[in-house]
């Protein structure tokens, strides 16, 4: 089983012998190290997997590795894959160009040296790393601007909802002091009807008092007068 810190890479060669090579060329570099023996197979596995760089024979039958390459160009998915080219004919500079022109970011010249070979896998797999790294911190920035976006949507809504309840409150609180209102109001007036009624009746009550006190004296008076009279 490959442990997971092993970095995948490619290898593309229709002579299986000059695979098994490349393979023993790259041993004991932690590396996952996948195989194709044509560009068809190639392309399957480029869009299969996440490879840190394919390195990649030019002459082949049906594809060779510049029909190979310009076609990993044209998937989103393998676009930016770093292609190393390994032929014997790309000595001339015509060669050179044409394999930068269909993607190529750099080529190994056969028989291939081992030291250049190791050092250049080596580069592209630090830079797969720095990528993955970067993937993972842009992933963790993504999950924490979704967790806060959450947390501040959760927020806005129980704000929300403290913001209707205290509304309601509100509400309720100001038609209770209008009832409140309008129960004082009721009951003043009561009250200043029973009070005009109880001045009405008090009006009436100091009349009839006076009216028994004038009552009393004509007969106090009345009963004088008829003693005065009896002793004459």
Same mark, same amino acid.
């Given at each position: 089983m490959t442990a997971p810190d092993n970095i995948p890479i490619l290898l593309v060669d229709d002579r299986p012998e000059?695979? *098994?090579? =490349?393979? !023993?060329?790259? /041993? $004991? &570099? $932690?590396l996952e190290i996948f195989t194709a #023996?044509?560009?068809? /197979?190639?392309?399957?596995? @480029? =869009?299969?997997?996440?490879? %840190?760089i394919v390195i990649m024979d030019v002459r082949m039958p049906d594809? /060779?590795?510049?029909? #190979? %390459?310009?076609?990993?160009? %044209?998937?989103?998915? @393998?676009? @930016?894959?770093p292609i190393i080219f390994?032929?014997?004919?790309?000595? /001339? *500079?015509?060669?050179?160009?044409? $394999?930068?022109? *269909? $993607? %190529?970011?750099?080529y190994l010249l056969k028989p291939v040296d081992p030291t250049i070979?190791?050092?250049?896998?080596?580069?592209?797999?630090? =830079?797969?790393?720095?990528r993955q790294r970067l993937e993972a911190h842009e992933q963790q920035l993504e999950t924490l601007v979704k967790e806060r976006t959450a947390e501040l949507r959760e927020a806005n809504e129980q704000l929300r909802k403290e913001l209707a309840e205290? #509304?309601?409150?509100?509400?309720?609180?100001s038609h209770l002091n209008e009832e409140l209102e309008q129960r004082v109001s009721e009951r003043t007036r009561e009250l200043e009807q029973r009070n005009h009624e109880l001045e009405q009746m008090n009006k009436v009550f100091i009349g009839r008092e006076?009216? &028994?006190?004038?009552?009393?004296?004509?007969?106090? !008076?009345?009963?004088?007068? !008829?003693h005065q009279e009896k002793e004459e």
């Open positions: 000059n695979l *098994t090579a =490349l393979e !023993g060329l790259l /041993d $004991g &570099m $932690g #023996t044509s560009g068809n /197979d190639a392309l399957r596995l @480029t =869009l299969k997997h996440d490879f %840190a594809m /060779d590795g510049f029909e #190979t %390459a310009e076609l990993m160009r %044209a998937y989103p998915k @393998t676009s @930016t894959l390994v032929s014997a004919v790309m000595k /001339d *500079t015509q060669h050179q160009f044409k $394999g930068y022109e *269909t $993607g %190529a970011f750099d070979l190791r050092s250049k896998v080596r580069v592209f797999c630090d =830079l797969y790393r720095q205290r #509304t309601r409150a509100e509400e309720a609180l006076l009216k &028994m006190v004038e009552l009393k004296e004509k007969i106090a !008076g009345l009963e004088n007068r !008829g």
